[in-house]
Structure formats: structure tokens, C-alpha cells
């Protein structure tokens, strides 16, 4: 989604008479045209309450097509407060690559304290009208929550059923060897990888995912499941955050190890 001075620059650059003055257009710029969505307002609030240092501006933007719980997080960022009270400035981009002219897209917001509680937050997503390269929302107004609101605290649709793991690294998995994760409504965290049965538990706070110790059967299985095992086990140990794809896909990552799985 090129705006139409982008897309002048681009064709200007491409025709033999504007040479010379692409040389006045970063290049950089075109292709963030190209490739990102920025969205940007203020967060304010009614109550008259100071901002303590250390507070934080979380912005999450997501396709909301399927309505509430079942949300594809396109963006989120979490960033320091510089200011003592609002309105307080955000902006986030978004990547043009997981966007269509179809679903509906919404900005939620949350103003947080040090320790990670939520003070302040949207009530319902703000709608976004993303055919620009810039979308300024204005001023996006905040209420008072509960002390024990954690916000986004589960991935839309991860507690639903069984996620295959497709993808260990940049090594892609058989289906019918891999390994299987469930995220049980309890804090459960089970499965198997494609030769032992493992259990765990874990806690989900917006994206931030925090896995106890994995304990797994020992069975011992031929040495291609043996070693995806090893591999599987030892991304899974230190995984530290999870995301939705647009596509639907679940990323879990944490200390340079990736894994992706889809619904089983």
C-alpha cells in the first residue's frame, strides 16, 4: 500500500529522466512505504493520577475479524513512559506483508506499572482504517482497571486443543513424527515429542511465556526421533515469548531457538 508519493518516487526512479532526482530520495524511505504500517495517537485518561517512573505503554494491533478471543496479534510493542501524565505519545508499525484489504484491524492499549500490573486500558478495541502508510488514531482514551487485570493475557485460541509443531529452527518436521503441545485451561503444559511423553506447566502474560521444568518418559526410539527430540526439548526449555501469525500459526521463541506449530 504505496502512498501516492511513494509510488511517484518509485516510478520517477524507474524512468531514465528522474535519475537525477532519486538521488535526493533515501532509498530506505521507499521501502518503508512499501513494507510498513505506522500507526501513532496519545493515550490519555480521566483520572487526575501522576505516572510513576518505570510505567509502560503497551500497543497491540491485531486482526479483529473473528471478534473477541480470537484475535491474529499483527504488532505489539512495550515501551517506557517518558512523560508524568498523559496524553502520552505512542506509535507502532505494523508489516504491510501480514495485512489484506479484507479483515478488520483494531488497537488495543494498556498503561502499565513497574511491576508489570495494568493501571489504565482500552475497553474495547479502537478500529484502524490501515490504507494509509501513516494512521494517526488521535487520542485513544483509557480507563481505570482492576489490580489483578493482566491485560492480553493468553494467546487468542492457544488453550484451544492440540498445536503440531511444524518447525524446529529453520528445520521444517514431518507431520506424522512430530512433536504435539497442548496448553491446558489449568497451567498445564503436555504432549509428546514424537517419542516420550512430556509435562510441564506455564504461565502466559501478553506475549510473555514462562515454562517450568520439562520432565519426559524415557523411551528410547530410532536416532532420527531421538535427535528431533533433543532438538525440540531443548528449544521448548528456553522459550521466553509466543505470537499468533496471521496465517494461525503459534511462534514460540526465546534465546535464538524457534519453534512453529499449528492446530493438530
Known amino acids: 500500500m504505496l502512498t501516492k508519493s ?10 531514465p529522466l528522474g535519475l537525477a532526482a532519486c538521488a535526493t530520495i533515501p532509498a ?3 521501502t518503508r ?14 483520572e487526575r493520577i501522576a505516572l510513576p517512573p518505570g510505567a509502560t505503554k ?9 471478534g473477541d ?6 504488532s505489539r510493542s512495550m515501551q517506557p513512559i517518558r512523560v508524568g501524565a498523559p496524553p502520552v505519545p505512542f506509535s507502532i508499525d505494523v508489516s ?3 495485512m489484506t484489504d479484507g479483515p478488520l484491524y483494531g488497537l488495543r492499549a494498556f498503561i502499565r506499572e513497574p511491576d508489570g500490573s495494568i493501571m489504565f486500558r482500552t475497553s474495547s478495541p479502537v478500529l484502524l482504517n490501515m490504507r494509509g502508510d501513516r494512521v494517526d488514531v488521535g487520542d485513544v482514551q483509557l480507563f481505570m482497571t482492576s489490580s489483578d487485570d493482566r491485560g492480553m493475557t493468553a494467546i487468542p485460541g492457544m488453550r484451544d486443543g492440540t498445536w503440531r509443531v511444524t518447525q524446529i529452527g529453520n528445520d521444517v518436521v514431518p507431520p506424522d513424527s512430530a512433536p504435539k503441545m497442548t496448553f491446558g485451561v489449568d497451567g498445564r503444559f503436555y504432549g509428546t515429542t514424537g517419542c516420550n511423553n512430556f509435562i510441564s506447566s506455564y504461565e502466559l502474560s501478553g506475549s510473555s511465556l514462562d515454562l517450568a521444568a520439562i520432565g519426559a518418559t524415557r523411551r528410547a526410539c530410532e536416532p532420527g526421533l531421538m535427535e528431533q527430540e ?6 521448548i526449555s528456553v522459550v521466553e515469548n509466543a505470537s499468533l501469525a496471521q496465517e494461525g500459526f503459534l511462534i514460540l521463541e526465546g534465546s535464538g531457538q524457534r519453534l512453529v506449530a499449528t492446530r493438530d
Do not use: H, P, W
Open 230 to 235: 533433543r532438538r525440540f526439548l531443548n528449544a
Open 96 to 98: 504491510k506483508l501480514n
Open 28 to 30: 530506505d524511505e521507499v
Open 33 to 46: 512505504a512499501a513494507m510498513v504500517q505506522t500507526v501513532s495517537g496519545t493515550l490519555s485518561y480521566r
Open 58 to 66: 503497551e500497543i497491540v494491533v491485531s486482526d479483529i475479524t473473528l
Open 69 to 74: 478471543n480470537r484475535e491474529t496479534i499483527l
Open 6 to 15: 511513494a509510488f511517484a518516487a518509485v516510478l520517477a526512479c524507474s524512468l
